[in-house]
C-alpha cells in the first residue's frame, strides 16, 4: 500500500508538474503570438514608411526634374533673347555709322553750297557795287 501512494502521490506530482508545464507552455505560447504580432504590425508599418517615402523620393525627382527642365527653357529662352539683342545692337550700330557717314556726306555738301552760295552772293554784290558806281 505504500507503494500505492507512493505511486498516488508521485501521479498528483507529476499532474501538479503537468499542470505547471502546460501553464508556462500556453503563456509561452500567448507571449510569442504578441510577439509576432507585434513584429508582423512593425514589419507592415515598416512597409507603410518605406512606401512613402518612396512615394516622396519619386516626388522630389519628379520635381527637380520639372525644374531642370524649366531651368534649361528658360536658360534657351536668354540664349534666344540674348542673340536677338545681340542682332539688334549690330543693327543699330551699322545705322547709326550709316547715319554718321551720310550726316557727313550732307554736312560736306551743304558746306559746298554755302560756299557756292557765298560765291554767288559775293559776285552778287560786286555788280551791284559796279553797276551803281
Known amino acids: 500500500m505504500d507503494a500505492a501512494r507512493s505511486q498516488l ?3 498528483g506530482e507529476i499532474s501538479s508538474t503537468q499542470q ?3 501553464y508556462l507552455t500556453e503563456k509561452t505560447y ?3 503570438r504578441e510577439g509576432h504580432k507585434d513584429l ?3 514589419q507592415d508599418n515598416l512597409k507603410k514608411a518605406q512606401f512613402y517615402g ?5 516626388d522630389n525627382i519628379k520635381r527637380l526634374s520639372d525644374e531642370k527642365r524649366f531651368i ?3 536658360h534657351n529662352n536668354l540664349v ?3 542673340k536677338n539683342i545681340q542682332q539688334k545692337l549690330e543693327s543699330s550700330l551699322e545705322q547709326m555709322q550709316d547715319q554718321s557717314a551720310e550726316s557727313k556726306i550732307n554736312h560736306r555738301e551743304l ?3 554755302l560756299l557756292v552760295i557765298q560765291e554767288k552772293a559775293k559776285d552778287i554784290f560786286e555788280r551791284i557795287g559796279t553797276s551803281t558806281i
Open 40 to 42: 508582423f504590425e512593425q
Open 30 to 32: 500567448l507571449t510569442l
Open 20 to 22: 505547471s508545464l502546460k
Open 80 to 82: 534666344v533673347m540674348t
Open 72 to 74: 534649361a527653357e528658360t
Open 9 to 11: 502521490k508521485n501521479l
Open 111 to 113: 558746306i559746298n553750297d
Open 54 to 58: 518612396q512615394l516622396t523620393i519619386e
